[in-house]
Each structure stands twice: as C-alpha cells, then as structure tokens.
C-alpha cells in the first residue's frame, strides 16, 4: 500500500533536510517517492502501477505519495518542475530522479538495477 507523506513524516521516515547538509536516507528499505497532483492526468495513469508494484515488494520497498500542491517546500526542496516525477532511493546511495508516465517494466528494472530490490 502506498502512503501519503507531509513534510513532517517525509522528515522522519526519508531525509530531515532541515537537520543535515549532506543526504541521509532515514529509511530502512529503499523507496520510490511519487511526486504527484490530483488534477495530473498522467499522475493518475500511474497510480495503479505504483499500488501494484507496493502489493508485489511488500515489505521490501516502500512507496509514498508527495501532493505538490499540499506539500509545496517539499517540491521546491528537490526542484520538482513536472510531473509525475520519481525519486528512486536505495539504501546506500545517491537517490535518483526520473519523470514522466513510466511503464511496469521500466519501474521494475529502476527496482531491480538502482534499488537493488528482488521480488
């Protein structure tokens, strides 16, 4: 199941970018954050994969939902400029940004490859 963050919790449970210059994933499994809008067509078209690819990993990777309309210091803080747009974060890395619809498949290779999450 994919769950919503506010600023707070993303604060907690991904990066407290107000605490720490350099990143520091918070998480104990990686995550792919959905920055997204209610209105966004292509959003929306994304969505059901998102919650299918939760269901599949389950406990292996968590996946949150950004409104950037509600939570607009979180866009700015990581310069959302379209979306839908992906951040991808494993846990001993870099994150990693990709925007746009992305098909299953190209989700599942970013989960596999970048993630380093298996099924």
Do not use: H
Request: with cysteine; glycine share 2%.
């Amino acid at each position: 199941m994919t769950e919503q963050l506010t600023k707070e919790t993303f604060l907690e449970k991904v990066f407290n970018y107000e605490k720490n210059k350099e990143w520091t994933f918070e998480g104990a499994v990686p995550v792919i954050i959905d920055f997204y809008a209610d209105w966004c067509n292509p959003c929306k078209m994304v969505a059901p994969v998102l919650e299918e690819l939760s269901e599949e990993y389950g406990d292996k990777l968590k996946i949150y939902k950004i409104d950037t309309e509600a939570e607009q210091e979180l866009a700015a803080a990581f310069a959302i400029r379209s979306i839908p747009s992906f951040l991808f974060i494993p846990l001993n890395e870099q994150p990693q940004m990709a925007t746009g619809v992305l098909p299953k498949q190209n989700f599942e290779e970013i989960i596999q490859q970048v993630l380093k999450v298996e099924k």
